[in-house]
């Protein structure tokens, strides 16, 4: 937009007559509107929320119940979180989970280890950080998406990373510590897990 408006401002000084130069001081308060406009959204705007006055916004969330929230409101309230309490890792962690589920993995790693800086043995950040990598991977268990579910298997009786870390052996054709990985999840599963059935198959190669 305001390369745009410095263009119309620059052919209206042309049309009339204007050099170049005398142009300039136009052009120049273009510019300077821009970065002050620039300026003013870095320090107060929002984009996780559409329009609107973003502290109201914020009241009205407040007051609704949190499983209505939109992917965008639940960010945004996390955030404000986040800024409110800079040592806690959990609106990191929040924001992850949030940003994986809805497809932007990039952004989710970055959040899970702003949690994980925070709070180094969060075990579900590592879980997130590790699941997150996996999706940037296009589904690979990288090295360090390997390590994340490794560290995160030592300090949690969550099935995730062990199901993660057998996977990887599948991968790498490591066929008798898959069967290990895949028993080691269905021990920490849940009876009505759904994913039972195939933690069993899987480890007992049937």
């Given at each position: 937009m305001a390369a745009a408006a410095a263009f119309w401002v620059l052919r209206a000084y042309r049309r009339a007559g204007g050099?170049?130069?005398?142009?300039?001081?136009?052009?120049?308060a273009c510019v300077l509107v821009t970065l002050v406009g620039l300026g003013v959204y870095l320090a107060i705007g929002k984009p996780e929320l559409a329009g609107g006055a973003y502290a109201a916004r914020l009241e009205a969330l407040s007051?609704?119940?949190?499983?209505?929230?939109?992917?965008?409101?639940?960010?945004a309230v996390?955030?404000?979180?986040?800024?409110?309490?800079?040592?806690?890792?959990?609106?990191?962690?929040?924001?992850?989970?949030?940003l994986l589920r809805v497809?932007?993995?990039?952004?989710?790693?970055?959040?899970?280890?702003?949690?994980?800086?925070?709070?180094p043995q969060l075990a579900e950040a590592m879980l997130g950080m590790g699941r997150a990598l996996v999706a940037v991977e296009g589904g690979a268990v990288s090295p360090d998406a390997q390590r994340m579910f490794e560290q995160a298997s030592a300090l949690?009786?969550?099935?995730?990373?062990?199901?993660?870390?057998?996977?990887?052996?599948?991968e790498q054709g490591r066929e008798d510590d898959?069967?290990?990985?895949?028993?080691?999840?269905?021990?920490?599963?849940?009876?009505?897990?759904?994913?039972?059935?195939?933690?069993?198959?899987?480890?007992?190669?049937?």
């Open positions: 050099g170049t130069s005398s142009a300039r001081p136009a052009l120049a007051d609704r119940d949190p499983t209505t929230f939109t992917a965008d409101e639940a960010l996390l955030g404000e979180a986040a800024r409110e309490n800079p040592n806690d890792p959990l609106p990191h962690l929040y924001r992850g989970q949030v497809g932007r993995a990039e952004e989710a790693a970055r959040a899970f280890d702003a949690a994980l800086r925070r709070d949690s009786n969550d099935p995730g990373p062990w199901i993660y870390q057998a996977v990887a052996a599948m898959a069967r290990r990985l895949w028993g080691e999840a269905l021990t920490r599963m849940n009876e009505d897990d759904p994913r039972r059935e195939m933690a069993r198959r899987m480890s007992t190669g049937g």
